[in-house]
């Protein structure tokens, strides 16, 4: 569901507020040897989904925290 709206959750997020360049992150396969992580501000992040090809299970984080990553980046599956 979230892949398939994602153009939706974005520009709605923007339209009620948000600002574009909002951090927002794609996790595909989270916690498993084949996980991928996809990182944009709101305006782009549909683009990026279609480029990237990203496919379900998926989980999608928005916010301040997304810029994080490289430094909470502990994961190694």
Known sequence: MGLLG???ICE???DHGMDAEMPIA???RGTTK???VVTAGLKTMPAVVDTE???A???I????VVGLRNSL???QP
């Open 6 to 8: 994602i153009k939706t």
């Open 57 to 59: 299970p998926k989980i």
């Open 34 to 36: 084949t996980q991928r």
């Open 61 to 64: 984080i928005i916010g301040r």
């Open 26 to 28: 794609v996790v595909q």
């Open 73 to 75: 980046d502990w994961y």
């Open 53 to 55: 090809k990203l496919k």
């Open 12 to 14: 709605q997020l923007i």
